[in-house]
Structure formats: C-alpha cells, structure tokens
C-alpha cells in the first residue's frame, strides 16, 4: 500500500472521529488514530490490531511499560516510551481540570473524582487532597504508589502537605486496583490513627475512600469516624 493510500485512508479515519467522536470509535480505530501522529507515512491499522491483540484492550496498550510495548515488531523507543506515557498525559489534563472546580457533595463525588484518576492504574496509589471551607478540593497529590497490592504511607508526610498547602480539611484516597473495596485490617488501622493525629494536630480528616475495580468504601458512610471522633475527645 503506497503513502496515498495511507494518507487517504488517514483522511477518512479523521474526518469520521470529527463527525462521531471517538467514543463511537472501535477501539482499534482510537488506537491507530494515536498512533498515526507518531507514525506519519506508514500504515498504522495492522500496528494497532497487533498491540489490542498483544496487550487485550486499548487501555490494556496503555497501561504496558515501555519494554512490554517494544516487543512487538514496528515499535520502536521513541513510540514505546509515547504510549506508555500517555496514561500519564491524561492523568495531568484531569487533574488540571477538576482541580480548582470540583466541589463535593458526598462521597460518590469523592469516589468518581477519584476514580478517573486511578482508572489507568494497576497498582495501589495514595492521594491527598486539600479542602477548602467551601468544600471544594483546591490541590491534590499522589503521596506514595507501591505493588498491585499495597502502598506504604507515612502519616507525617499527610500532615506535612497539609502544613505546606495551608488547608485544615483534606481527603485521602486509595485503589485496590485488582479487587475489592472493602478496606484491610492495616486499612482501618491506618486510618483510625490518621484521623486521630489529625484531629489532635488541627486539621480535620474528611473521609478516606478506598476505590476498588467497580465499587468504593468510605469510612465516614460506614461510621467509622464517629467511634474515631470518641478516641479523639479522650486524648483531649
């Protein structure tokens, strides 16, 4: 097939993701659409059924590290080091975007918030967000990542974000990325000290959501604050 055809061929993928969008898109079509940014004068199509074949799905592609993207013939350092990056490239527009506007009305908010964040995610993450009086999340950050399985956090480096950014409200978060929400016997534990040296500090835990593979856990919904709450007016 010569470049005309491919250009021809590129013209019409175009002109239908402008008229459809590209949530009408196969996913094939989205991912030979990305790659033809990268790849100007070649055939993109068999590119992209190898890669969805290879790695099973688009967010499959890219979700795969850079040396996973390399074994596959036709993609080279420059494309490989470009797709596994991109995850990371919507992440940043997302958190651009929701950052200074979203506000939270219940812990759904809270959860899909979160949710888009990690969605590309396949090992555990911890975040922090500030909350103003309003309550609307003014600045977030990923604290720490770990395995499929766990993450390690130190509650001083909460509280050290906290100070940095001038916030006396905040929300943590965290994924189960390859299970189920409920939290573990660390989870609880962790959060109940947390609450507590954050009361005793000043500051005031909103909740903690925990983001599983199709459903969320939130200690304030489950009334877990109420008996950390107790704790904190003992110490006082």
């Known amino acids: 097939?010569?470049?005309?055809?491919?250009e021809g061929h590129r013209k019409r993928l175009r002109e239908t993701i402008v008229k459809t969008g590209l949530e009408n898109m196969q996913e094939h079509q989205v991912l030979e659409y990305v790659l033809s940014f990268v790849i100007p004068r070649k055939d993109t199509n068999v590119l992209a059924h190898n890669l969805i074949k290879k790695f099973g799905s688009f967010k499959g592609v890219l979700q795969s590290s850079q040396k996973e993207l390399q074994t596959i013939d036709g993609i080279g350092n420059v494309l490989a080091v470009y797709l596994s990056t991109l995850k990371d490239v919507i992440s940043y527009y997302n958190k651009n975007e929701k950052e200074n506007n979203f506000k939270i009305f219940n812990s759904f908010d809270t959860s899909e918030f979160f949710r888009k964040i990690l969605s590309s995610s396949s090992i555990e993450q911890f975040y922090v967000a500030c909350v103003n009086n309003n309550m609307q999340i003014t600045h977030y950050e990923k604290l720490a990542f770990g395995t499929d399985a766990s993450v390690s956090v130190q509650i001083k480096d909460i509280l050290n974000i906290?100070?940095?950014?001038?916030?006396?409200?905040?929300?943590?978060?965290?994924?189960?990325?390859?299970?189920?929400?409920?939290?573990?016997?660390?989870?609880?534990?962790?959060?109940?000290?947390?609450y507590i040296s954050a009361r005793l500090a000043g500051y005031s835990l909103i909740d903690h959501i925990i983001i599983g593979e199709s459903c969320f856990f939130s200690f304030r919904d489950e009334g877990l604050f109420i008996d950390y709450e107790e704790l904190v007016k003992k110490l006082q």
């Open 1 to 6: 097939m010569n470049n005309h055809v491919h």
């Open 162 to 194: 906290l100070n940095k950014n001038l916030c006396t409200k905040f929300l943590v978060c965290h994924n189960h990325p390859h299970g189920k929400s409920s939290p573990s016997l660390s989870d609880v534990s962790f959060t109940k000290n947390l």
